[in-house]
């Protein structure tokens, strides 16, 4: 069965960092683009950042830019994004997602990924 899971989620006070990591299972992450997403309460679910299946490509929302950082590490099948700075409209659950693309040196953060997470909880709050 493939399967991304998040994991890291937390509260966190505005300014601070977290961790995100998104791990998968029943099958290896080195050929697929994978994008993080986010949905906060009332809004639609939006495109945070993502990293192209070679590597070689990272695309970001403006509103993140300079703050989240992603990263892959494929001998532990994860991606991780790196969130700093964090501000109170960061909160949201934020999910990853997988897209089947080998050599890929493009990635887009519009949803159009055929693998989801379930997602993981953030609350950046004072």
């Known amino acids: 069965q493939l399967q991304l899971v998040e994991y890291g989620g937390a509260l966190v006070h505005p300014g601070g960092r977290l961790r995100l990591s998104c791990e998968a299972s029943?099958?290896?992450?080195?050929?697929?683009?994978i994008g993080w997403f986010r949905q906060a309460p009332g809004k639609e679910r939006e495109g945070v950042i993502c990293?192209?299946?070679?590597?070689?490509?990272?695309n970001y929302t403006d509103s993140v830019k300079g703050r989240f950082t992603i990263s892959r590490d494929n001998a532990k099948n994860t991606v991780f994004l790196h969130m700093s700075r964090l501000k109170p409209e960061d909160t949201a659950v934020y999910y990853c997602?997988?897209?089947?693309?080998?050599?890929?040196?493009?990635?887009?953060?519009?949803?159009?990924?055929?693998?989801w997470g379930r997602g993981t909880q953030v609350i950046v709050s004072s």
């Open positions: 029943g099958f290896t992450l080195d050929h697929y683009d």
């Open positions: 997602a997988a897209n089947y693309k080998p050599n890929s040196d493009y990635c887009t953060i519009q949803p159009h990924y055929g693998l």
């Open positions: 990293v192209s299946s070679s590597g070689s490509s990272i």
